[in-house]
C-alpha cells in the first residue's frame, strides 16, 4: 500500500492566486483612489472658502461693517495673497492682500492654502470680490471633477 502525501498541486495554487488577483482589481476599481482623493481636496477647498468669508465677516462686525479695503469690486476679483508675503510683491502680483485678516491671528492665523497650490507661488489658489449687491464673494480656483466650490454672504 503506498501513502501519498497531502498538498496543494502547482495548479490549485495558481488558481486561486488568479482569484485572489482578479478580486484585488476590482476591489480597487470600485474604490476609484483618484476619485476619493479628488473629493477629499474638494472638501478642504470647500471649508478653506467659509473659513476666508467667516474671517472676512468677523472683521467686518469689529469694524462697524466696514469690509477690508483691499477686497475688489465684481469685475476685478483676483486671487488672495499668500500669508507671509510682502504687500508690495501682492499688489505686482495682482494679489490681494488681507494681511488684516491674519495680523495678530485675530481672524485667521494664515490665509488657507488650496491643496494644489494658487496659480503663482505667492498666491492662495483662492479668489474673491464683492458682488453688486455689496456681498462677498470667494471662489476655489482648482475644484477638481467639475465641481465648483463659490460662497457668497
Do not use: H, W
Not at 483618484?34 to 478653506?48: F, M, P, Y
Not at 473659513?51 to 477690508?68: E, F, H, R
Not at 488650496?114 to 489658489?125: E, F, K, Y
Request: proline letters at 5%; glycine letters at 8%.
Amino acid at each position: 500500500m503506498k501513502k501519498f502525501k497531502q498538498g496543494f498541486t502547482l495548479l490549485e495554487i495558481l488558481l486561486v492566486v488568479a482569484a485572489i488577483a482578479i478580486l484585488a482589481g476590482i476591489v480597487i476599481l470600485a474604490l476609484n483612489p483618484g476619485k476619493q482623493l479628488a473629493e477629499t481636496k474638494n472638501a478642504q477647498r470647500s471649508v478653506d472658502v467659509n473659513t476666508i468669508l467667516n474671517a472676512v465677516y468677523q472683521y467686518s462686525i469689529d469694524n462697524k461693517g466696514i469690509l477690508p479695503d483691499t477686497i475688489p469690486a465684481p469685475a476685478d476679483a483676483a486671487e488672495i495673497c499668500n500669508t507671509n508675503v510682502a504687500p508690495v510683491t501682492c499688489a505686482t502680483d495682482g494679489l490681494i492682500n488681507l494681511s488684516v485678516l491674519t495680523a495678530g491671528e485675530t481672524y485667521l492665523t494664515a490665509i488657507p492654502q488650496d491643496p494644489l497650490g494658487g496659480s503663482t507661488a505667492n498666491s492662495s489658489g483662492y479668489t474673491i470680490a464683492t458682488t453688486t449687491g455689496g456681498r462677498v464673494k470667494v471662489d476655489a480656483l482648482n475644484a477638481e471633477q467639475g465641481a465648483t466650490i463659490s460662497v457668497t454672504r
